[in-house]
């Protein structure tokens, strides 16, 4: 039988969801950049993915999330940032970082509610801009996500003016939010294959969570992270498990993003919960 193809962002903060399936017999790990997840599943590249969550709404084969494993928050989410070399009240558009759908959706949402203005998105490649560029050379606001935020962040001195989305959706909702869900073909989501897979990767995430210090002891350096704040963002500031709360925070957030345009005005598909392995 042919391996179960899962696609995943190589950034700390899927640690908890994938450390252990590597070398996995009937296992193959795609990485790929959050925003292209999506396009990997419905092509057929890929079995499973952990996409931006707007992108489950996208044209196409229909995606169904899989409620096994995310990468959310409850508050604060450190490496969802817009930088602005003015208040934010006066940003009329950002360069945005082309990894992350769901953040871009997420930030123009966010300052029409705050301030009123929905500023246009800018695509904008934060990978390569950052290397080695001087502060003349930056955006005057833009939206970066992931290990570059720490590892690589703008300098201070040009962006006096911060948001992190994480911080900002908790504030106006009370609820939590979620970037990235397992996701599968609508149509494959009740075979046997995926469902032991989307088994496995509950699993193994439940065990992750139990030994999140070895694991960032052991995984932080390889992402140039400092330990105490590798600690701080993926055992404080990150949420793994779906559950109802995650749920309600999707459909709010896509209701909210709809009525402004932002993404397609059409229901979520959910997965029905997973079996338990045998022996887990």
């Not at 009370?174 to 995926?194: D, H, K, Q």
């Not at 701080?232 to 345009?261: H, I, K, N």
Request: net charge negative.
């Amino acid at each position: 039988m042919d391996p179960v193809r899962i696609a995943y962002v190589r950034y700390l903060n899927t640690k908890p969801l994938v450390e252990g399936l590597q070398g996995v017999e009937g296992i193959e790990l795609l990485p790929a950049a959050p925003s292209h997840i999506a396009g990997m599943i419905r092509r057929g590249e890929a079995d499973i993915g952990l996409p931006s969550v707007v992108d489950l709404l996208g044209e196409g084969e229909p995606l169904a999330a899989l409620p096994v494993g995310m990468i959310g928050c409850d508050g604060p989410t450190m490496t969802v940032r817009l930088y602005s070399a003015r208040p934010l009240a006066e940003v009329e558009r950002f360069h945005a970082d082309t990894e992350s759908d769901t953040s871009v959706v997420l930030c123009r949402l966010l300052l029409q509610q705050m301030l009123g203005r929905l500023p246009d998105a800018v695509d904008f490649d934060a990978r390569e801009r950052m290397a080695g560029s001087g502060p003349e050379e930056w955006p005057e606001a833009m939206l970066i996500i992931g290990d570059k935020v720490v590892t690589d962040s703008p300098p201070a001195v040009r962006y006096p003016h911060q948001l992190d989305l994480g911080e900002a959706w908790k504030s106006l909702t009370g609820l939590p939010f979620v970037y990235a869900v397992w996701a599968c073909r609508a149509e494959e989501a009740g075979s046997p294959r995926i469902q032991q897979a989307a088994a496995l990767l509950d699993r193994q995430l439940r065990h992750n969570l139990t030994r999140l210090d070895w694991l960032l002891e052991t995984r932080s350096g390889e992402h140039h992270w400092p330990a105490d704040l590798a600690r701080r963002y993926v055992v404080d500031l990150l949420r793994y498990r779906f559950g109802d709360r995650e749920r309600e925070a999707v459909e709010r957030f896509f209701a909210d993003a709809a009525a402004l345009g932002l993404v397609p005005d059409r229901p979520i598909r959910w997965a029905a919960s997973q079996p338990a392995l045998a022996g887990s």
